[in-house]
Every structure is written in C-alpha cells, then in structure tokens.
C-alpha cells in the first residue's frame, strides 16, 4: 500500500486550502465547524512548519479578533463563546505558536467561570466539557497561585458534575452512551498531570468504561460512521488508560480484538457509498492517525485512512473555487479539519488538535 505522505500533491493541495482560506470571510463563533476558529488553529499549526510572511500577519489579527469576542462576550449570557474562543487562545499559548500574557489578560473571564461552574449546574454535559476543557487548558499556562487553586477547585466541581449527571443519565441509544463516555473519560485523561483528585473519580472512570464496554458483544456490524467513531475513541482511550484497564478489568485483550474486528469489518466495506460529513471522515481520519501514532492501527484502518484522505482531498479540489459560499457542505470548519490531516502527514508529526473537534462539534 502507497503511504499517504507520498500523494504528489499533498502539499499542493494544502497551500491551495490555505490560499482559499486567506480569501474566505472570517466570522468569529462559538463552533470549530463554521467561522475562523479552526482557521486560526490550522494557520497557527501550519507557521510552526513554514515561514509565511503573509499568511503570519492574517493569523495573528485573527488571534487579537478572538480575544475582542472574548471582551465582549464576558459579561454576557453566551458563555459557549467565551469558554470556546479562551479554549483556543490557552491551546496557542500551550503549544508555543503564540504568545500572550493570559494571566493577564483573561483574569476576569477566570473568576466568573469558576464563579458559574461552582454556584450552578450546567445544561448539558456539552457545557459541562467547555468549562472543564478551558479550565485544564487555562491551568497549564496559569503562574497566579491564588487563581490555580480556584481553578483546580472548579475542575473538582466538574468531575462532580460529570458524575452526577451519569449516575442520573438516561440514554436513548448506544451512540449517545459511547458520546458521553469517551467525552468524559477524554477530559479526566486530560487532567491526570493536574493532581485534580475527588473521591469519586476512580468510581467514575471504572463506571464509564463500563458503560463503554457493556453493549460491545451485542454489536455485530458498525452500521453509521457515528459508531465508528465512537469505537476508534474507545480504542484510543484502552491505549491512553492501558495501565489503569489491565489493572482494573479483565477483560482488555478481549476488548481489544471485539474492537479491531468491528473497525475492520467496517473499513473493508463498501464504505464510500454513503454520504458522510466531512466533520466525521476529519473524526476518522484523526482517531486511525492516533492509533497509527501508538502503532495500534490495523492494515484495514490504514488502507481506510488512506483513501479517506484521497477523498477529503478531492473534495478540496472540487471545492478550489475561492467562493466559499457556494460550498457549503464543507465550510471553513471542513477545510481547516483536512488542513490539519494534511499537515500532520506531510510533516509526519503528532499534532494534538483533536480536542477542538472533539469538544466543540
């Protein structure tokens, strides 16, 4: 099999996203699908590799227009926005591909996030995962020791939350069982560098892969790309908490292979016949290039990511019109989401990207 990196015209066509991304209208919202925040995260990622002089000044207005909605969005309702936008500013910050004073500058937004996350409940555990995500994000760049201590307080409150809103959950099929699970056991793997502790955690994270493992046997088929992509999230979580499983389940081998079989039934079928978002072939192509990265990924993922790629690029292709109106089944957010796939494997690197789609989709 022809790997991915040697497609002739992987670059090329990244330069061209990028081209028709410089001449896209930017509008700043609270969802990495439409609007400039996956832009500005790609263009970001991308100046790590190359030098561009004018695609440089472009991304750094952009991280200022970001940090305005901030300002503005503080005092209002539509904690969505902020929660999301500061998410982005502290992943920049974090990865070294921008630098800003954030103790400074979001100081405020600090206290009246840990204010709401300690006086109120969220709505949904979508908001539950934008206030903790910042937060752990805030925390890593965070030098005040007075706001660490409330931050990692707040963070406390989120795993509260989380499981209360599990042990109360009524799930209405196994797809938003496996979306809840694998999106809470994402956010607590995030937080294991942080000495966040409640008594309740290990409870909760042998109740959450428990409710990731129970309804596997009863799977025969995958049969929507929306549990494929929960199973690859399974899969990339037995790696990330592999010590933890071997110790607590007995069952980790035997997970495993029922994984691999339902991932590689699905990859060898006739897949390309059904119309799937380019969010979720982005998802796809993310979670097998995790899996590729810790070499768990199977010959069947590979060939599948292989031509997942060859047909998120062509879609690119089709779509080189500078229009971007006129496409709008791929959008700013789709065309960001390939960017980042083709930049990762042109440099042949590991880029930790997949949180924005993950959470913020």
């Not at 015209?9 to 991304?21: G, K, M, V, Y």
């Not at 439409?34 to 750094?60: C, Q, R, W």
């Not at 600090?110 to 752990?136: P, R, V």
């Not at 933890?244 to 994984?259: A, P, Q, R």
């Amino acid at each position: 099999m022809e790997e991915i990196t040697h497609i002739k015209d992987c670059t090329n066509q990244l330069e061209i996203l990028l081209s028709r991304i410089s001449h896209a209208p930017l509008s700043l919202c609270n969802n990495f699908s439409h609007g400039s925040l996956g832009v500005l995260l790609l263009e970001m990622y991308y100046l790590k590799y190359n030098n561009n002089d004018t695609l440089f000044p472009k991304a750094i207005d952009l991280g200022l227009d970001v940090f305005k909605q901030l300002l503005k969005a503080k005092s209002s309702n539509d904690y969505d926005t902020v929660l999301i936008n500061g998410w982005l500013l502290c992943h920049l910050v974090n990865n070294n591909l921008i630098d800003l004073d954030l103790d400074h500058m979001l100081n405020n937004i600090e206290h009246h996030i840990c204010s709401k996350i300690q006086t109120s409940f969220s709505s949904d555990l979508n908001s539950l995962i934008y206030k903790g995500a910042y937060l752990h994000e805030r925390l890593i760049s965070c030098k005040n020791d007075a706001l660490k201590f409330n931050i990692i307080e707040s963070l406390a409150y989120v795993l509260e939350e989380i499981d209360y809103k599990n042990s109360t959950a009524n799930f209405y099929n196994i797809n938003t069982s496996y979306d809840f699970a694998t999106k809470a056991l994402f956010f607590i793997y995030k937080l294991r560098f942080s000495k966040i502790y409640t008594y309740k955690e290990d409870q909760l994270k042998f109740d959450l892969f428990n409710l990731c493992f129970k309804n596997l046997e009863n799977i025969a088929l995958i049969t929507d790309i929306k549990l494929l992509i929960n199973i690859l999230k399974i899969k990339v979580l037995l790696i990330y908490f592999k010590e933890y499983i071997n110790n607590t389940f007995n069952n980790f081998d035997k997970v495993t292979e029922k994984l691999n079989i339902l991932i590689n039934q699905f990859c060898t079928s006739n897949i390309f016949d059904y119309p799937f978002s380019i969010k979720n072939k982005i998802l796809c192509c993310k979670f097998i290039s995790i899996l590729e990265h810790y070499d768990y990924s199977t010959y069947a993922s590979k060939l599948y990511f292989h031509n997942l790629l060859v047909d998120l690029v062509n879609q690119n292709v089709i779509a080189s019109n500078k229009d971007i109106n006129i496409f709008c089944n791929i959008g700013l957010g789709g065309l960001s989401g390939i960017g980042l796939i083709l930049l990762e494997n042109i440099n042949h690197d590991y880029l930790p990207w997949e949180e924005a789609y993950l959470f913020y989709n």
